[in-house]
């Protein structure tokens, strides 16, 4: 990575972290500028505007911000956290790293938009520009003072720091608002350095591979990334560059209801039905119209001919039908794990159906909330590699016996301690400084809609166009009423030390902590002791 230049206007280089790279070409709608933008650079009087010429000239002491369509991206930042390959010393490479954590002193302000997830549903709905929109408002936050310290506030705070560099810590954001960022930035007068890992990924699928050795890799994303086409594109790029001779072939699963269901979104899940909802919109089986009558539904389809292969688990309410579970009718998936299984096997198919196929050796993890689910991945990928029909293998000769999922997240940490060590930005601050947000439905605003559950309902999310500027949300912070308690427990055990900063901010700012002030999070890693205090 080279240096990076200084700006004549903000003194120094905001630098945009991506985690997945943009599509190449853009259409008409992507190349004209959202309202949006002039909002937040020329409107004084609006809720949006930042005072671009005055923003913080080069401030090593400034936090770096992250930000998702919900809580998935903290696993990048968990990545980040952990990252110990660099002398923090001298900030070289050192195989083995130093026994320091390399972002010790490094400060983060985190935002889901968890109110305007998941993200992957837009496109699908004709609706990038808004998916775009509520990306760049996502940059402004992080680059702005402004937060509403609960939902219920009636008025904002200002005492939020600004940002030194953000992560895009979300493929579909990353995939169809890179480029709008880009533009941005551009007119606020400052040089963008775009830094896009999804060529380390598809370098890491790769890398499994002999330079003339046949094979399959496996992209498991959002749908919208799915369709962006940037993972297949990539792979047949670096193929020819790397001068690999074998038929290396890429096979897409597009996730849909599975980064929704992780983060508890009730148009995917709901652990407390009992029924077919009509509020489902997962994949979905023959017999359902009319729980759905009246709404687009995923085109995402169970097929009851092959039942057996998807290996659900039908107690505790896991599938919702009607009838008996050995015919059912109105089939609905109910939980992440019988979700996984829906698209591995969907995944597996693909492959099985086409005859020249190698077997797979890798799956990218293309959506960062798949992470937290990797030990039930390879569960289930076990499960299928011994799965027979018959007494014949029906998946095993397409599969190698251990495959590989690969977590694009160590790549973009990488990237990020390269990018402050070559712009003379490292913080000598604590990270127990980090501050966590999330969006949730504006109630003061009488245009929004809202479901029982106190989200937007389905229509009202994606059937709202882009270019009316209001504040839909508030950015608040985690809290037991904002962050649903399942949601809670599964980031505790999968990213604890991320858990911890959570937990630290929440109990210092939220009448609604999930930890009382006296209660410890044990840290599961000799390096969890060394973040600075």
């Not at 080279?2 to 700006?7: E, F, M, P, V, Y």
């Not at 937040?40 to 090593?60: G, H, T, V, W």
């Not at 495959?403 to 913080?427: M, R, W």
Request: aromatic share 10%; glycine share 8%; hydrophobic share 35%.
């Amino acid at each position: 990575m080279g240096i990076l230049k200084k700006t004549k206007h903000w003194g120094f280089t905001l630098v945009i972290l991506v985690v997945i790279s943009a599509i190449e070409g853009q259409t008409n709608s992507q190349v004209k500028e959202l309202e949006i933008v002039e909002t937040i650079l020329k409107d004084r009087n609006s809720f949006f505007y930042i005072d671009a010429e005055n923003y913080p000239r080069p401030n090593r002491r400034l936090p770096i911000g992250v930000f998702d369509s919900g809580t998935g991206g903290l696993t990048v930042l968990d990545a980040i956290i952990k990252l110990d390959q660099y002398d923090n010393k001298n900030h070289r490479f050192r195989n083995g790293g130093d026994g320091l954590m390399d972002f010790n002193e490094e400060y983060f302000i985190y935002l889901g938009d968890q109110a305007n997830m998941p993200y992957g549903n837009y496109p699908r709905q004709n609706k990038a520009d808004l998916l775009r929109e509520h990306v760049i408002k996502d940059v402004q936050f992080l680059l702005a003072n402004k937060y509403y310290p609960d939902g219920n506030a009636s008025r904002y705070k200002t005492d939020k720091q600004p940002v030194k560099a953000i992560v895009i810590a979300c493929n579909t954001a990353t995939a169809y608002g890179k480029e709008e960022i880009r533009r941005f930035m551009d007119r606020a007068g400052l040089e963008i350095k775009v830094i896009g890992v999804i060529d380390a990924g598809v370098r890491a699928a790769l890398a499994l591979f002999g330079a003339d050795e046949s094979g399959s890799v496996g992209v498991m994303a959002t749908a919208a990334t799915v369709g962006s086409g940037g993972y297949v594109k990539t792979l047949n790029a670096q193929k020819k560059a790397m001068n690999y001779t074998g038929n290396i072939a890429a096979f897409q699963q597009g996730g849909i209801g599975l980064a929704g269901a992780i983060d508890g979104s009730d148009e995917y899940i709901d652990s407390g039905a009992t029924l077919p909802r009509k509020e489902y919109k997962g994949p979905r089986a023959a017999g359902t119209k009319a729980v759905v009558t009246g709404e687009k539904h995923s085109d995402a389809m169970i097929d009851l001919t092959i039942l057996p292969r998807y290996g659900f688990v039908w107690g505790k309410n896991e599938m919702l039908f009607n009838g008996k579970a050995g015919s059912p009718k109105n089939l609905q998936i109910n939980s992440v794990k019988n979700y996984i299984s829906y698209h591995l096997v969907s995944l597996m198919e693909k492959i099985r159906k086409k005859p020249a196929a190698g077997k797979m050796k890798a799956i990218i993890l293309g959506c960062t909330h798949y992470p937290f689910y990797k030990e039930i991945l390879q569960k289930k990928l076990e499960e299928l590699y011994n799965y027979r029909e018959k007494g014949e293998y029906l998946y095993r000769p397409f599969m190698v016996r251990d495959i590989v999922l690969i977590d694009p997240a160590l790549n973009t940490a990488k990237e990020l301690y390269q990018c402050l060590a070559s712009s003379d930005l490292f913080n000598n601050e604590s990270p127990n400084k980090s501050e966590f947000y999330v969006s949730v439905p504006n109630q003061s605003n009488p245009r929004i809609q809202m479901n029982s559950s106190g989200g937007f309902t389905y229509n009202y999310k994606y059937g709202r166009n882009e270019g009316f500027i209001q504040e839909y949300v508030k950015r608040v912070p985690f809290s037991k009423k904002t962050i649903p308690p399942e949601v809670l427990h599964r980031l505790s055990q999968k990213v604890p030390l991320v858990f911890n900063l959570i937990a630290n901010f929440n109990r210092n700012n939220s009448k609604t902590a999930f930890l009382r002030k006296d209660e410890k999070i044990d840290f599961p890693n000799q390096n969890a002791g060394k973040l600075r205090k």
